[in-house]
């Protein structure tokens, strides 16, 4: 069966310090991988999108960004944080070319930037 | 009009009751539709996926409406531990993945 991993949990960062966060999916290959970030009381954003090793889309133009260094790994990455990026982070994966596309989310990051 | 719209609720609804909600979506050309579940300071969870020919989950039925552009979920015999957050997901041909900003259900015992 497939599982997705994020971490970590929760993360308190300031201002102004970098960030990564890692996402991996175990059970399956080639996925479609996924960042979004729900902010307070808001609805779940997409942020980046991958097809593939490399392959990177960004819906929202910020200062976040993300990289696909291996099949099943993804990661969510800023060089400067602000206070605007705080949030809940999640990442998902679906099979890629499906005709269902369920996406399948991980535990998310909750991160608090101060 | 919004990609895609739900009413945000709370829906207070008392225990054993039916209720049901509807979703929005403004692209005649969607394609795939879903309904996730999503409890507090949880990641969302897949609940079921939307046929057109609707479709039956136990306690929960989905239904499309392609000509006046919604889904629905009904919930039957609700139960406390249906008390969380609906997200409506509505996939495009461009593969572009919309959720909705859901709609709060609290079940009263």
């Known amino acids: 069966s497939q599982t997705i991993h994020q971490w970590p949990a929760t993360l308190v960062q300031p201002v102004g310090s970098p960030l990564s966060l890692e996402c991996t999916v175990e059970?399956?290959?080639?996925?479609?991988l996924y960042w979004y970030r729900q902010a307070a009381g808001r609805g779940l954003q997409l942020l980046f999108y991958?097809?593939?090793?490399?392959?990177i889309s960004s819906e929202v133009p910020q200062n976040l960004s993300a990289s696909r260094p291996q099949d099943r790994q993804f990661i969510l990455s800023s060089k400067k944080l602000l206070l605007s990026d705080s949030g809940f982070y999640l990442c998902?994966?679906?099979?890629?070319?499906?005709?269902?596309?369920?996406?399948?989310f991980g535990p998310g990051t909750r991160l608090t930037v101060t | 009009r919004k990609e895609v719209e739900q009413d945000p609720g709370p829906f207070n609804v008392p225990e054993g009751a039916t209720v049901a909600f509807n979703c929005t979506y403004s692209?005649?050309?969607?394609?795939?539709f879903f309904w996730y579940r999503q409890d507090c300071r949880k990641e969302p969870k897949l609940l079921m996926s939307?046929?057109?020919s609707g479709n039956e989950d136990g306690r929960f039925t989905a239904q499309l409406n392609r000509a006046s552009q919604y889904i629905s979920l009904l919930i039957r015999d609700s139960k406390l531990s249906d008390s969380a957050t609906y997200l409506c997901v509505v996939n495009n041909r461009d593969d572009k993945i919309i959720f909705g900003k859901g709609t709060r259900l609290h079940i009263l015992p």
């Open positions: 939307v046929y057109s």
């Open positions: 692209n005649s050309a969607s394609q795939s």
């Open positions: 059970g399956t290959s080639n996925p479609n």
């Open positions: 998902a994966w679906s099979i890629a070319g499906g005709a269902t596309y369920e996406q399948y």
């Open positions: 991958s097809v593939g090793i490399g392959q």
